[in-house]
C-alpha cells in the first residue's frame, strides 16, 4: 500500500464508519465512532507486532526490508528475540546473562517452579558484616590516607603526582556512582588506584564511602560522616595503643582528671574518690517473641569497657537470697525487699521507693529483654561504669556488681551516693563484698534530693550534710545523666542488642566529652558558691551562736542528742506488742458481743409488724435475721478465739477490764501507733505535693507536662485531704490531743531540751553547711591542681608519641595532631579558667603543677617518662594550630 494513501485514508479519523451485515435472516448495522477506530487500530497494530514476533530472525529481516522500501515506521517491529533464539549474543563478560536471569525465573514462577531463597534478613546481615570486617584494615588505611591529602574542608587534594609503581594499566574505573554530599547529589565515575582491592577503597580515596561493601551504587561523602564515629573507631584503637592508652583499666582510672588523677604531697581527703550510682528503666529493649519473632542472631560485639558483662552482674545472683526472697520471688526480690532488717517499722523508708511489687513487676518485665540500665558517675558527673538490667527491676546484683568493679579499680577510701544506700548498706555487708568494703572503709549514702524524703533519723546517718567529708556533692549525678539519656529511648526500644549498646556507649561517650569540655567551668561555679557560702554563713552563724550564747562544740553534741533520742523510739518491747494487740482484741470482742446482742434482738422482733398469713414476708424476715444472727455469731467466735490466744501468749490469769488501769496504758500506746501512722502518711503526701509544685515553677517544663503535674495535684490534694481527715480522728483520740510538731514520737517530755529548739536546729543547719562548705573548698583546691597537671602531663606526653610516629607513620601523626589540636583548644580554656580560679580572693590552694602518685604497673604511661623529661627540657612542644588561638580568644570573650 503506497504511503500517501493509507496517510489520506488515516488521517483525522474524524467521521463515525457504519457496517451492515446479516446473522442469519436478520439485518443487522453496526456504527464505529471515531473513538472507537483508533481502539480498533491500535488492536490490529498489537496482532501485527504479535505476527512479527513469531517470526525467525531472517523473515523479520525480509519483513523489516520491506517496510523500508516504503517508508514505513521500523520503530513498531519489536525488540524481543524470536523463539528458539534467545540465548543468542549473551555473555558473562558483558551483562546480558545477569540481566537474563530475572527473566528466567519470571518464566519459572509461570510454570509453577520457582526458586526459594533460604537466606533470612539475618543471614543478609552477617554476609554484610563479615564482608566489612575482611577490609576493614583496608579501608582504615585508604582512610589516614584521605585525611592525610585532606585540604581543610573534607575534600581530598588529588593534585599529589603518582607514584612510581602506579600502572594506569590495572586501573578500574568505578562507572555511574551516585555520590552525596551535604548540599549536592550527582552521578561520576571515579578512577581507583592500582593498589585498590575494593571498591570502597577508591570512594574513600576519593572522599566518599559506599553503602555496600561490596558492589556500592551509592556513596555518602566522608564529610557528612563526620559524627560518625564507626570510622574512628580503629584509628582511636590504634592511637590509644601509640599513646599507651590500651592498658586494663585505663579509661576508669582517666576519666575524670579532678578525682582520679592523684598528686604527691596533697592534703588528705576524708574520701579518695566519691561516686553515685542508680538505675534507670527508660531505655528499654523489646523482646521479639511478643512479636511472634525469633530473636535475630547478631554477631558484632560491642568493644567498650563502659559496660559490665552478664555474666560477671550474675555472678552475685543470690548473694542476698537468703535475706530477702520470699520461697515465691526467687531471682526477681527487689532492692527495696531486702532491706526490711535494716530500718525498724517507725524510721523504715526504703519502702518509699517501691514501684510495684514483685509479682507485679516480673509481668511486665517480661516483654523486655533489657529494662533499663544501672550506671555509676563521679562526683563530676562523668560516667565510669553501666550494666544492663535483664527483665527486672533494681535487683541487688547491678549495685553489687558495680561496687565490685570500683573497688577493685579505685581501691580504699571511697564512698557512693545511692538513693536507697541506708538500707542497701547492710544488703552489702551481707554479700561476698561486705569484708573487703570494710576493710577499704567503703562508705555508702543517700543523695541529697532522695535523702529530704526519708525520714528524720535516716537523714541524720545518710544525708551528704551530716557525713564529714562531702563537701557540697549533692550524690545525684545520675539524675542529670538520665535527663539527657532519656531521648535515646525511641531508638533503643526495638533495635537490635549490639545496636542498642552502640548507641548508649555513644552518646555517654559524647557525654564524657562535654563534661571535659565543661570541667573547668564545674570547678568555677563551685568554688564561687562554696566562698560565698562560708563568708555568708560565718556572719550569720556568729550572731546566732552570741545571742544564744553557744559555741562550735555544741552543734556535734546536739545531733548526737538528737540521735541518741531517736534511738532510744525504737519499737516497742515485744509483750508491749501483744497486749496492745489484746486491748485491741478485747475492744473487737466487746464491739462483737455488741452485734450478737442486736443480731438476737432482731431475730426475735422479726416477726413483729408483720400482717399474719403473709407467709412470703415471713420467710423473707426469717431468712434476713438467720443470716444476720449466724454472721454475727461467727464473727463473736473468731473474736473470743483471738482474746483466748493473746491470753495464753500473754499467760494472763484473768481477762483484762475494759477501763482498768493495764488497759488505759496499753490503749493509749495502742492509740499513738495509729497516730504515728496517720501523720507519716500525712507527710508523705505532704512532701509529694512540694515536689509536684517545685516542678511547675521550672522554665523547662512543657505545657503537657505541666497539665499532668496539675491533674495530679489535684489527685493528690484529695489524698491530702482524706489524710488530714485521718490524721484528725487519730489526733483527737489522744489524751491530749496532738498537733503538728516535732516530738510526734515522743514519750517524755524534752521541750526543754536544747537540741529541740527551733533557733538552736536552725543554728545547727547552717553549721554544718558550713563545714560542708569549708570541706568543698578543700576538695576543689585538690582537683584545681589535678586539673592543671593532667593537661601539663597530656601536652607533654602527646608530643613525645607525635615527634615519634612521625618518623614510624606519618599519616597516623597527622592524625593525632588534628585531634591533639582540638584537645588542646579546650585545655587552653581550662587553663584560663583555673588562672580565673587562682585569682580570686579567698583562693587557698596551691599554685603550680604537682607530680602525679605512682600507679601499678598495669597503667604505666600514666607518669611521665626519661624521654617526655627530655622533650620537656629541649623544650620541643608542637603549637596548637591557628585556630586553636583563635577559640581562645572567643572563649575569654565569653
Known amino acids: 500500500m503506497p504511503h500517501g494513501t493509507g496517510a489520506s485514508r488515516l488521517k483525522g479519523l474524524s467521521r463515525s464508519i457504519i457496517s451492515h451485515h446479516f446473522r442469519g435472516r436478520l439485518r443487522q448495522t453496526h456504527v464505529l465512532t471515531a473513538g472507537k477506530q483508533g481502539q480498533r487500530l491500535e488492536a490490529a497494530a498489537a496482532s501485527h507486532q504479535a505476527q512479527v514476533q513469531e517470526m525467525s530472525a531472517e523473515d523479520r529481516e525480509m519483513v523489516g526490508t520491506m517496510m523500508a522500501d516504503y517508508d514505513m515506521d521500523l520503530d513498531q517491529l519489536p525488540y524481543t528475540a524470536p523463539p528458539g533464539d534467545e540465548g543468542l549474543d549473551m555473555s558473562h563478560a558483558g551483562g546480558e546473562y545477569e540481566a537474563f536471569e530475572g527473566l528466567a525465573h519470571e518464566v519459572a514462577g509461570i510454570s509453577g517452579c520457582r526458586y526459594v531463597d533460604p537466606r533470612t534478613r539475618s543471614d543478609c546481615i552477617e554476609n554484610e558484616t563479615n564482608h566489612w570486617n575482611i577490609q576493614m584494615d583496608l579501608l582504615v588505611e585508604a582512610y589516614l590516607d584521605y585525611r592525610y591529602r585532606d585540604s581543610g574542608d573534607g575534600v581530598p587534594h588529588h593534585g599529589m603526582p603518582p607514584s612510581p609503581s602506579d600502572d594506569d594499566g590495572q586501573c578500574v574505573l568505578l562507572s555511574e556512582i551516585e555520590l552525596i554530599d551535604i548540599f549536592t547529589r550527582r552521578h561520576s565515575s571515579l578512577r581507583s588506584q592500582p593498589h585498590h582491592q575494593y571498591p570502597n577503597e577508591t570512594l574513600i580515596h576519593h572522599g566518599y564511602l559506599g553503602c555496600a561493601p561490596l558492589y556500592p551504587t551509592v556513596a555518602i561523602s566522608l564529610r557528612t560522616l563526620a559524627a560518625y564515629r564507626q570510622t574512628h573507631q580503629r584509628i582511636d584503637q590504634r592511637l590509644c595503643t601509640a599513646l599507651k592508652r590500651d592498658t586494663p583499666n585505663w579509661r576508669l582510672l582517666n576519666a575524670c582528671p579532678a578525682c ?499 533557733a538552736h536546729r536552725e543554728a545547727t543547719t547552717k553549721y554544718f553547711k558550713l563545714c560542708r562548705a569549708h570541706e568543698e573548698l578543700t576538695q576543689l583546691n585538690v582537683e584545681i591542681r589535678r586539673l592543671r597537671t593532667a593537661i601539663h602531663t597530656e601536652q607533654v606526653q602527646t608530643t613525645v608519641v607525635i615527634e615519634d610516629l612521625r618518623l614510624s607513620d606519618l599519616k597516623l601523626a597527622e592524625e593525632l595532631q588534628r585531634q591533639w589540636c582540638l584537645r588542646a583548644a579546650i585545655n587552653a580554656v581550662h587553663l584560663h579558667r583555673l588562672d580565673r580560679i587562682e585569682c580570686l580572693t579567698g583562693f587557698s590552694g596551691v599554685r603550680g603543677v604537682g607530680v602525679r602518685v605512682q600507679l601499678t604497673s598495669t597503667t604505666p604511661a600514666q607518669n611521665p617518662s626519661m624521654t617526655v623529661n627530655a622533650h620537656m627540657e629541649s623544650g620541643k612542644l608542637i603549637p596548637p594550630s591557628p585556630n586553636f588561638h583563635a577559640y581562645l580568644i572567643l572563649s575569654r570573650r565569653r
Open 260 to 758: 582520679f588523677y592523684k598528686l604527691e604531697d596533697e592534703p588528705d581527703l576524708d574520701f579518695d574518690w566519691l561516686v553515685t550510682m542508680d538505675g534507670n528503666n527508660s531505655l528499654k529493649r523489646w523482646d521479639s517473641t511478643i512479636y511472634g519473632t525469633n530473636t535475630r542472631v547478631d554477631s558484632c560485639k560491642v568493644r567498650s569497657d563502659f559496660w559490665i558483662d552478664p555474666n560477671t552482674v550474675d555472678k552475685f545472683n543470690s548473694e542476698v537470697r537468703a535475706h530477702a526472697a520470699t520461697p515465691n520471688q526467687g531471682d526477681d526480690a527487689l532492692v527495696d525487699n531486702m532491706a526490711v532488717e535494716t530500718n525498724p517499722a517507725p524510721f523504715s523508708c526504703a519502702d518509699r521507693w517501691k514501684n510495684a511489687g514483685p509479682e507485679m513487676r516480673k509481668k511486665m518485665f517480661s516483654v523486655f529483654d533489657e529494662s533499663g540500665i544501672f550506671i555509676a558517675a563521679c562526683r563530676h558527673r562523668f560516667v565510669l561504669l553501666a550494666c544492663n538490667m535483664i527483665r527486672s527491676g533494681e535487683l541487688a546484683k547491678y549495685p553489687l556488681a558495680i561496687i565490685d568493679k570500683l573497688l577493685a579499680v579505685y581501691g580504699k577510701g571511697g564512698a557512693c551516693a545511692y538513693d536507697i544506700g541506708c538500707a542497701f548498706m547492710k544488703t552489702l555487708g551481707n554479700s561476698s563484698l561486705g569484708s573487703r568494703a570494710h576493710q577499704l572503709g567503703f562508705r555508702l549514702m543517700v543523695g541529697a534530693f532522695h535523702g529530704h524524703a526519708h525520714n528524720w533519723k535516716c537523714q541524720l546517718d545518710w544525708h551528704p550534710m551530716y557525713i564529714p567529708g562531702t563537701g557540697h556533692s549533692e550524690g545525684e549525678g545520675c539524675e542529670h545523666i538520665f535527663s539527657a539519656s532519656n531521648a535515646l529511648a525511641r531508638g533503643t526500644r526495638h533495635a537490635s542488642t549490639f545496636h542498642r549498646h552502640q548507641v548508649i556507649k555513644q552518646h555517654f561517650a559524647f557525654w564524657n566529652d562535654d563534661k571535659y569540655a565543661a570541667l573547668s567551668n564545674f570547678l568555677w561555679n563551685h568554688y564561687c558558691e562554696a566562698l560565698k557560702s562560708v563568708q555568708t554563713l560565718t556572719v550569720e552563724l556568729s550572731a546566732i551562736k552570741a545571742e544564744l550564747d553557744i559555741t562550735d562544740d555544741d552543734f556535734p553534741r546536739y545531733i548526737l542528742q538528737e540521735r541518741a533520742y531517736l534511738d532510744s523510739l525504737k519499737q516497742p518491747p515485744t509483750r508491749d506488742q501483744i497486749c496492745m494487740r489484746y486491748v485491741e482484741a478485747l475492744d473487737e470482742l466487746a464491739e462483737r458481743k455488741t452485734s450478737w446482742d442486736s443480731a438476737r434482738e432482731f431475730a426475735n422482733n422479726a416477726l413483729t409488724g408483720i400482717a399474719t398469713g403473709s407467709l412470703e414476708q415471713i420467710n423473707e424476715a426469717l431468712a434476713q435475721a438467720r443470716i444476720r444472727v449466724d454472721s454475727s455469731y461467727a464473727k463473736l467466735q473468731h473474736a473470743e478465739m483471738l482474746v483466748a490466744h493473746v491470753e495464753h501468749q500473754l499467760a494472763v490469769e484473768g481477762q483484762w477490764e475494759i477501763g482498768g488501769d493495764e488497759y488505759n496504758r496499753f490503749k493509749m500506746e495502742a492509740c499513738l501507733g495509729k497516730y504515728c501512722t496517720a501523720l507519716d502518711d500525712l507527710e508523705r503526701l505532704v512532701v509529694m505535693q512540694l515536689f509536684e509544685l517545685s516542678k511547675l515553677s521550672l522554665s523547662g517544663t512543657g505545657y503537657k507536662l505541666r497539665q499532668q503535674i496539675s491533674k495530679a495535684l489535684q489527685r493528690h490534694s484529695e489524698a491530702i485531704r482524706n489524710a488530714i481527715n485521718r490524721y484528725n480522728v487519730q489526733a483527737v483520740a489522744l489524751n491530749p490531743p496532738r498537733e503538728f510538731d516535732l516530738l510526734r514520737h515522743s514519750r517524755a517530755n524534752i521541750h526543754s531540751e536544747d537540741w529541740a529548739k527551733p
